[in-house]
């Protein structure tokens, strides 16, 4: 007997358009909020944006484009509605009640963050990950217990739909609270034991993978490492950190592959995964990974910086490493075109010209799919490997 192939969820997507982000950014937005989308498994049919000073404090959206909203999604049969920021509690019963006004309706409201832990759900594999997951999803979901208690059972599926692990759960604030203080200490637990794991890796320099979700970090650590970490072109493919063992020429030291950054990273996330950014925070070295041929690839960068400094590890030594130069890509300007120069029209060879000549970290072009300028990145990092060894275990120098 042949499995009936699972109906693919269909979604539309809402942001909007303020003077904190213009129509541009509300669209970069809105793109990365597709590419989600797609890792999650949906097909977007559709985008709305509204101008809107402040988001309505009752349904985010103005009363005309959320009839918009409503009449696409009768007439389409679409089974999600995604915001591009985090509602509030109120916000979303309020959605949920309008969007919803026919009986057998069920269209699901997820925003952004619940979006998020969605993927992070379904891409948690070890027991570590999780326990993340599952406390940043309690977390979430606390202010939010009227009527999402169903979308917790493991027998249904989709966004919106990965619950935190059990099957009937009661509606009690207090237990929801056990429930989040337990996997607290659950967590507190293998914080000390990774903690541990880390103290007992000896005295080797220990250099970490930082960056944007999606930037090749992966590929970089199998490339270094000669592993077998898992890479693929979707959002949050690396939840848990990995740690590998490389060597250059005599050389060797740790390096580790991390969780990628994100714009609007969901704050519940970034407490959960504390233990997993302990692995930056005591790192010798980093390595900042750069998807150059993004067009948002500086504002990606200025999301990892702000995130560095706000776990602390903000002033340590980096490299920072321009990756994708094979997918670069530049629109040309006529001689004759009067019009001002965008950041579309600048070549990766001006880019190198501009402020990324007077950085004061270093940093390299590379292609790690296509193994482009490799030999000149391992240079650096050996170089970098070495100066900091020599000056931390000077007994050892006879090494080099």
């Known amino acids: 007997m042949h499995e009936t192939a699972k109906k693919q969820e269909t979604a539309i997507l809402v942001g909007l358009i303020n003077r904190m982000q213009d129509e541009e950014t509300a669209t970069e937005y809105l793109d990365e909020l597709e ?10 049919l559709k985008r709305y944006t509204q101008r809107l000073e402040h988001p309505d404090s009752r349904t985010f959206i103005g009363s005309g484009k959320l009839n918009d909203v409503k009449s696409f999604v009768k007439a389409n049969k679409v089974d999600i509605v995604i915001f591009d920021d985090e509602l509030s509690p109120a916000q979303q019963r309020n959605l949920e009640k309008e969007i919803n006004d026919e009986k057998d309706s069920k269209v699901k409201v997820v925003d952004r963050t619940r979006l998020i832990l969605d993927i992070f759900a379904s891409r948690a594999r070890t027991a570590h990950a999780k326990t993340q997951v599952e406390l940043a999803q309690y977390i979430y979901m606390l202010p939010r217990l009227t009527k999402m208690w169903s979308h917790l059972d493991r027998i249904k599926g989709g966004i919106g739909m990965k619950g935190a692990g059990e099957t009937e759960i009661e509606t009690d604030r207090r237990i929801v609270r056990d429930r989040i203080s337990l996997l607290k200490e659950r967590l507190e637990t293998i914080d000390k034991q990774m903690e541990t794991q880390r103290k007992n890796r000896g005295d080797m320099i220990r250099v970490a993978l930082v960056g944007y979700t999606n930037v090749g970090k992966s590929t970089i650590m199998n490339m270094l490492s000669k592993s077998d970490v898992f890479a693929e072109n979707k959002l949050f493919a690396t939840l848990d950190t990995t740690v590998r063992k490389v060597v250059i020429e005599n050389l060797p030291f740790l390096l580790s592959d991390t969780v ?4 609007k990273l969901p704050t519940t996330l970034v407490e959960s995964f504390k233990s997993t950014l302990d692995e930056v925070r005591e790192a010798d070295i980093l390595l900042h990974v750069v ?8 504002d990606h960068m200025n999301v990892v910086n702000q ?15 321009f990756n994708k130069i094979d997918a670069f890509q530049f629109e040309q300007k006529d001689v004759d075109d009067l019009s001002p120069v965008t950041k579309h029209n600048i070549s990766l060879e001006q880019w190198k010209k501009t402020w990324m000549s007077s950085l004061n970290a270093q940093c390299i072009f590379i292609s790690a799919a296509n193994k482009e300028n490799i030999d000149e990145f391992r240079k650096m990092l050996y170089d970098k490997v070495k100066d900091m060894h020599m000056k931390r275990y000077p007994y050892n120098n006879f090494l080099y």
């Open 291 to 298: 998807d150059i041929s993004h067009p948002s690839f500086e």
């Open 260 to 263: 990628g950054f994100i714009r």
């Open 35 to 44: 590419f989600l989308t797609d890792t999650a498994g949906a097909k977007v």
């Open 307 to 321: 995130t560095l400094t706000d776990i602390g590890a903000g002033d340590k030594p980096t490299i920072i490493v």
